[in-house]
């Protein structure tokens, strides 16, 4: 499952983050970061990470607790990033056809 999380772009410790916390969320950062053996402060870059891109949520309680959301909603999230970026590049294909051509092979 982390190879597939990691195809999909999270880096390595981002993906063994998710999935402990799809397992035994919810969890407050210190349990994770002496669950995973990490130091505080990777544990704290990769969460910021993940909630950025909507993987985790944050209790607004204090000390916060974390949680996954559902890998379905983690997959609908990579698809629709997936097909916003393909949508662009075939927006641009010709504008990047024409620098390719003129910077790379030195044609017009």
Known sequence: MLKTLESLGLKSLDAEVYVYLAQHDPQKARDIAEALEIYKQQLYRSLRSLQQKGIISASQKRPATFSA???????????????????????NKEQLLSMWRSKILGEG
């Open 69 to 91: 959301v559902s890998f379905n909603k983690v997959l609908d999230q990579f698809i629709e990033a997936n097909r916003e970026e393909a949508q662009r590049i075939e927006e």
